[in-house]
């Protein structure tokens, strides 16, 4: 069974860093895609950023586009994908989720294409 954890989480002052890790565990395929979203009170869980398992191709919303920068290294049954967050803003605070969905012959940060999800992890970013 497919699990994923999160952890990196914390409170950063405005302009930080904070890198958030997803450790996926429990895999038995070899093309799949991680993404990695977020939720803020009172609204919709939004995609920020994924990455493929074979072409390592990566995808970013506009709104952390040049601030975040998503990686993997995996094994066959595991894999680790990092979230560096450079610049944090307020308006970056919300649970993070990572999410992993098989197949990757597109990148997506549409949240209904995944199939496995994470605990989350609380950033906050004070101004």
């Known amino acids: 069974e497919v699990q994923l954890v999160e952890s990196g989480g914390g409170l950063v002052q405005a302009g930080g860093s904070l890198r958030l890790s997803c450790v996926a565990s429990?895999?038995?395929?070899?093309?799949?895609?991680v993404g990695w979203f977020r939720q803020a009170p009172g609204k919709e869980r939004e995609g920020v950023s994924c990455i493929s398992s074979r072409s390592r191709s990566t995808l970013y919303a506009d709104s952390v586009e040049d601030r975040f920068t998503i990686s993997m290294s995996r094994t066959v049954t595991k894999a680790t994908v990092y979230l560096q967050m450079n610049g944090l803003k307020p308006e970056d605070s919300a649970v993070y989720y990572c999410?992993?969905?098989?197949?990757?012959?597109?990148?997506?940060?549409?949240?209904?294409?995944?199939?496995?999800w994470g605990q989350g992890t609380q950033v906050t970013v004070s101004s």
């Open positions: 999410a992993l969905r098989p197949g990757s012959d597109w990148d997506s940060l549409n949240r209904n294409d995944y199939r496995y």
């Open positions: 429990g895999l038995s395929l070899d093309d799949y895609g």
